[in-house]
């Protein structure tokens, strides 16, 4: 960069650096370009992991037209793999609410999560009691939610 500002000097042409891009400008340049689509709903896809050393999530969020953006969290805190789970949740949900999504399934391989969330499940721990209570708080800001 120093070389072609040498180069560039001399025609009066100065290099100015871009700042760093912020993730909302970025999705609503993304969303600017992209074409409109029927299909408005977003797709939520995760994989949790938990043990001694600690617990993270893989997001994936599938938009209309393509897009498609992915997440990863590390935990710094004790998680079951059933409170990874929800914790998951909660994040893609946030990360779907800064892209705009309106309607959102959300996929998951545990069982008891998605039973809790549908119903079918009673929710006993106090613990998953409150994830429960922010989870139904957090899914009912979409026009339309699945999981």
């Known amino acids: 960069m120093i070389g072609w500002s040498v180069e560039l000097s001399e025609f009066g042409i100065t290099y100015e650096p871009r700042g760093p891009i912020r993730s909302q400008r970025l999705v609503d340049f993304l969303v600017e370009l992209s074409p409109t689509s029927p299909n408005t709903q977003w797709i939520s896809y995760v994989d949790r992991s938990s043990n001694t050393k600690g617990s993270g999530v893989e997001i994936i969020l599938e938009g209309p037209v393509g897009l498609t953006i992915e997440q990863s969290l590390r935990f710094d805190f004790k998680t079951t793999i059933n409170q990874a789970e929800y914790e998951a949740i909660i994040a893609r949900r946030n990360l779907a ?51």
């Open 97 to 147: 609410r800064e892209t705009g999504a309106k309607e959102i399934q959300c996929r998951s391989d545990s069982k008891l999560t998605v039973d809790h969330l549908t119903g079918e499940f009673e929710v006993k721990d106090d613990m998953m009691m409150q994830y429960y209570q922010k989870m139904l708080n957090l899914l009912s800001t979409f026009k339309e939610a699945k999981v």
